[in-house]
C-alpha cells in the first residue's frame, strides 16, 4: 500500500495562474479531505467528499474547487491563485468519517 | 462552533522528564478526539484516539482521557525521548468534519 500519495511536493505560481494538486489514495476510502496548514493556524479543512461524485466545503472553500470522479483521486483546484494561498496543503483520507484520517506527505505552495 | 483548543507552545524538556499537553474542545454532541504528531517535514500520523467519555487512548507511551465533564483531552507521557520531539495536534470529529488545534511544538534535549 502506499497509502495517500500527493504531487507535487513543491510549487511556486504567480499570482493569477491555475493549478491543480493532485491527491490519491489505494486503500479504498471513502471519505477524502483537503486541509491547509499555517503557522499558528493549525490545520483548516478546505473541502471533503463522502464518497464518489460527493463534494462539500468546510471552512475556507473559497478560491478552490474540487471533484471526486474516483474513490481513489481528490484533486483539489487553485482557479486564480493568490499570495494568501501561500500554505502546505494536506491530503487525508479515511474509512468512513468516524473513522480517523490518513494523511498525504504534503504539498508547500508558494504564491508570488 | 465546534474547536479544539490547545496548549501555547514551543514545549521544552529534558529527557525522561513528564509530558503534559492541555487541550480542550467545544463541541455540540458527542465528539470523537484524536491525537495526533507530526515530524518534521512529514504529514500528520495518529497517534491515539478515544471515542466516547471516560475512554483512555493509549499509544507508544503516550495517554490521554476523554473527560465530557471538563471537555478536556489531555496528552501526557510519563518519560519523554528525543525522538518524541515533534509538533503535536489535538483534533476532534463530529459529524463529517475534523476540527484540529494550533498545535503545540515538543523539543526533548539530551
Known amino acids: 500500500n502506499a497509502g495517500v500519495t500527493q504531487t507535487p511536493k513543491f510549487q511556486v505560481l504567480k499570482t493569477g495562474q491555475s493549478m491543480t494538486l493532485q491527491c490519491a489514495q489505494d486503500?479504498?476510502?471513502?471519505?477524502m479531505s483537503w486541509y491547509r496548514q499555517d503557522p499558528g493556524m493549525g490545520l483548516r479543512l478546505i473541502h471533503y467528499s463522502v464518497g464518489a461524485g460527493i463534494t462539500d466545503q468546510g471552512e475556507v472553500p473559497n478560491g478552490y474547487n474540487v471533484s471526486r470522479s474516483t474513490t481513489e483521486d481528490f484533486p483539489l483546484r487553485l482557479l486564480s491563485a493568490a499570495p494568501s494561498q501561500t500554505s502546505v496543503y494536506f491530503c487525508?483520507?479515511?474509512?468512513?468519517?468516524?473513522?480517523?484520517?490518513?494523511f498525504g506527505p504534503g504539498t508547500r505552495l508558494t504564491v508570488t | 462552533g465546534d474547536s479544539v483548543t490547545q496548549m501555547e507552545g514551543p514545549v521544552t524538556l529534558s529527557e525522561e522528564a513528564f509530558l503534559t499537553i492541555n487541550c480542550t474542545y467545544t463541541?455540540?454532541?458527542?465528539?470523537?478526539l484524536f491525537w495526533y504528531v507530526q515530524y518534521p517535514g512529514e504529514g500528520l500520523q495518529l497517534l491515539l484516539k478515544a471515542t466516547k467519555a471516560d475512554d483512555k487512548g493509549s499509544n507508544k507511551g503516550f495517554e490521554a482521557t476523554y473527560r465530557k465533564e471538563t471537555t478536556s483531552f489531555h496528552l501526557e507521557k510519563g518519560s519523554v525521548q528525543v525522538s518524541d520531539s515533534a509538533v503535536y495536534f489535538c483534533a476532534l470529529r463530529t459529524g463529517n468534519q475534523f476540527y484540529f488545534g494550533t498545535g503545540t511544538s515538543l523539543t526533548v534535549i539530551p
Open positions: 486503500m479504498n476510502h471513502e471519505y
Open positions: 487525508a483520507s479515511s474509512y468512513a468519517d468516524y473513522y480517523e484520517q490518513y
Open positions: 463541541a455540540t454532541g458527542y465528539p470523537s
